[in-house]
């Protein structure tokens, strides 16, 4: 598949989805050929379930008809097929701490994401309505009942079905908040987010940066207002392409990442922790205490407990220079023992280290 005359990949995604705009940001900067077909309730309940062993977004057809899932592992695939310029950084420090970042704004911006999407009455009802018209236009019900029945399943399943209540609802809030005034401070100093070109670090935080902050009413007012730096890093790697970036990283992980870092020790990997006891015990549900606040009742993500092990995978993989560089830095940052406190989370997920090949599975 290497190189300028492949055909286009095809890429079964949504215009207003959090992981389609991930992997379309990072395509348009390896500009590798792709169309984006819209998932259509045809294609959300027949094709791609058969093809990737799950309902999600994005689907990807490569031109041979094998189908992959799952941005990620998705990117890590794809960079052994076009492997330059690399969005990995070479330095084995830098690379680890980019997988961190990345897996930390995947999963953690999730519920923030689709707070400000659904719970505020504009965002939500703009939203269904594209919804409707992109993918349920065949169903022969009123617009405004198909409409309506999007918002409350949203609303259940990924407002108070995630922990989104009036108790966490300021938490939940502040975690958009804090992570616009950290990024607005390292891009103070620098194009992208580890230096003047983009890295896997800057195509995690885009996924909810540009399809849902960027583009949802209320969190895009707040970060026009509050981080306009980040809105034009939005912008400039909606435009980024290889073959007119080149320039370098910073060297080794900047100061400027602080904030974030010891935000992954103090709440995303409690969370990971959380979840892969839940797992392991065999409970559908869990309770969980986050930087002083207690979320109730949150669904357990076998996906996620797979974070946690492919986290300490790529730990483990690193030599051993880079390994004390690193446990050092996750020592300062109150990550290290989180990263450990799980005993063998054991997801079960892709055994066999297929992925992006091996059958997907939903985040609950």
């Not at 195509?203 to 849902?212: E, K, T």
């Not at 509050?226 to 392409?241: D, I, Q, S, T």
Request: charged content about 25%; glycine content about 6%; proline content about 8%.
């Amino acid at each position: 598949m290497n190189g300028g005359n492949a055909s286009p990949l095809r890429i079964y995604g949504s215009e207003i989805s959090y992981f389609t705009g991930k992997l379309e940001g990072y395509l348009r900067y390896k500009e590798i050929p792709y169309e984006r077909i819209a998932m259509t309730r045809r294609y959300w309940s027949r094709i791609v379930p058969r093809a990737t062993g799950v309902a999600q977004m994005p689907a990807v057809e490569l031109p041979d008809g094998r189908w992959i899932t799952d941005t990620t592992p998705i990117i890590d695939w794809f960079e052994t097929q076009w492997p330059e310029p690399a969005v990995v950084p070479t330095d084995p420090l830098q690379a680890f701490v980019s997988r961190l970042l990345e897996d930390y704004a995947d999963e953690w911006l999730w519920r923030p994401a689709l707070h400000y999407r659904w719970s505020h009455r504009a965002d939500a009802l703009l939203l269904s309505r594209k919804i409707v018209d992109e993918m349920f236009m065949d169903i022969p019900l009123p617009r405004a009942l198909k409409r309506l029945a999007i918002r409350l399943r949203q609303q259940h399943r990924y407002v108070r079905g995630d922990g989104v209540t009036d108790r966490t609802r300021s938490h939940v809030e502040s975690v958009y908040l804090k992570t616009l005034a950290h990024l607005e401070g390292i891009l103070a100093t620098r194009p992208f987010l580890l230096g003047e070109k983009p890295t896997l670090a800057d195509f995690g935080f885009f996924g909810s940066m540009f399809r849902h902050f960027g583009l949802d009413p209320t969190p895009s007012a707040i970060m026009r207002t509050r981080a306009p730096g980040v809105w034009e890093w939005v912008a400039r790697l909606w435009n980024a392409r290889a073959s007119r970036t080149r320039a370098t990283l910073s060297t080794g992980i900047p100061a400027e990442w602080t904030p974030i870092l010891d935000e992954i020790g103090s709440a995303y990997l409690p969370y990971l922790c959380a979840n892969a006891e839940a797992w392991k015990a065999k409970q559908h549900r869990f309770d969980v205490t986050i930087q002083g606040v207690l979320y109730e009742a949150l669904p357990t993500s076998q996906y996620r407990v797979w974070c946690l092990e492919r986290l300490r995978t790529h730990f483990n993989a690193l030599a051993e220079v880079p390994r004390r560089e690193a446990r050092t830095l996750l020592e300062r940052h109150g990550c290290w023992e989180p990263l450990w406190r799980v005993g063998d989370p054991h997801s079960g997920h892709d055994p066999e280290g297929r992925a992006p090949f091996a059958p997907g599975i939903n985040i609950f």
